[in-house]
């Protein structure tokens, strides 16, 4: 298939792959070196086994050398598998720790140089990695290598892995939105208000894109084909203005704990439904007044929990018909 006209330099998804190495040490100390000598060669003592990268390793040493043929003229040191595990390929460094305070070690290092053949590969548990000429014993006899009948060894193993690498996660907690609480500062402050209720002698101030955006009834009252934007006055009758300023601020910030509050004490909504204001509103503005309650209906398990009648939604207490499109709307005056 022929990929002309495909963006090579802009592809619909990407992944990288990190080749990389999980690195762990141990030293493995051997006190009474003397005693060890005489062991023939191919004996060993071995540190406590130690883990990296999710594998099992140990540290092998050969006072008397690996190899017969050697005669002894050689100590051998080595790394060894010690998992039940096959085919783990890892970078390897065995150091002969200077006890001098010098620092001039003894190091055999696959890190920090290039490695023709890559990593090496264990086949299997007690495969080994490291040199069966380590260090002449009789160099090691005379050097700060050997100090009060002891040795220190190190071993770092770096175990290779490939890391498929995601999208970056950011330690950035977000704290919790705070937006209802804004929206209701607004509302508060009156700030950019361009729509007055009046409802009996109490005034409130509101925001028609915010009632559009919440309401379709409002939206449709202010931006619909037949709304009129330019209005700036609502006169709702009869109606409670505590009532009206719940639904107001629950229109606003969603919080079901201001929306039916009387003298302090809440009321269950159906009590509401049945006061005189929400009767009149009823039947004056049925299209509006069952938009409101169904805004407001997620309230109803909260205001009515501990009943144990069967729930019903707010426009079934009304007997609101919420598909209503001709329905009269609430007395604007301009």
């Known amino acids: 298939m022929s990929t002309a006209g495909v963006d090579q330099l802009n592809p619909d998804s990407v992944s990288t792959t990190v080749m990389e190495t999980v690195n762990g040490s141990h030293q493995f100390t051997i006190k009474g070196y003397s005693l060890a ?71 055999h290092s696959h890190f920090d140089r290039t490695l023709e053949g890559g990593p090496y590969t264990l ?56 937006m209802g609480q804004g929206l209701k ?32 009834v409002f939206r449709a009252q202010f931006y619909g084909p037949i709304g009129n934007n330019n209005v700036d006055l609502i006169v709702v009758e009869d109606i409670e203005p505590s009532i009206f300023k719940a639904m107001l601020s629950f229109i606003y910030t969603d919080e079901t704990r201001c929306l039916i509050r009387r003298a302090e004490v809440y009321h269950p909504q159906l009590a509401v439904t049945k006061s005189e204001g929400f009767k009149h509103l009823k039947e004056s503005c049925p299209s509006m007044l069952s938009e409101l309650l169904n805004m407001v209906a997620a309230a109803d398990k909260s205001l009515t929990s501990g009943q144990s009648r069967k729930k019903r939604s707010a426009s079934s207490v009304l007997g609101c018909d919420t598909s209503t499109t001709h329905a009269r709307h609430v007395r604007r005056r301009t």
Request: with cysteine; net charge neutral.
């Open 185 to 216: 500062d607004l509302l508060d402050s009156e700030v950019g208000c361009d729509i007055t209720f009046q409802v009996g002698d109490e005034t409130y101030k509101a925001h028609k894109l915010i009632l559009a955006a919440r309401s379709p």
């Open 37 to 107: 000598k005489g062991m023939s060669a191919g004996k060993y003592i071995q540190s406590d086994i130690f883990s990296v990268g999710g594998y099992d390793w140990a540290i092998y040493f050969y006072p008397d050398g690996k190899n017969p043929e050697d005669n002894s003229a050689y100590v051998s040191l080595f790394i060894a598998l010690a998992s039940d595990s096959s085919d783990i390929r890892a970078l390897f460094e065995l150091t002969m720790m200077d006890q001098s305070g010098k620092g001039v070690h003894k190091v």
């Open 123 to 178: 086949k299997y548990k007690g495969s080994m990695w490291g040199y069966k000429r380590f260090l002449r014993r009789t160099a090691l006899e005379t050097s700060d290598y050997l100090k009060d009948d002891c040795l220190v060894v190190n071993c770092t193993v770096g175990v290779v892995r490939a890391r498929l690498e995601g999208p970056k996660q950011y330690g950035i907690v977000l704290p919790p939105s705070n």
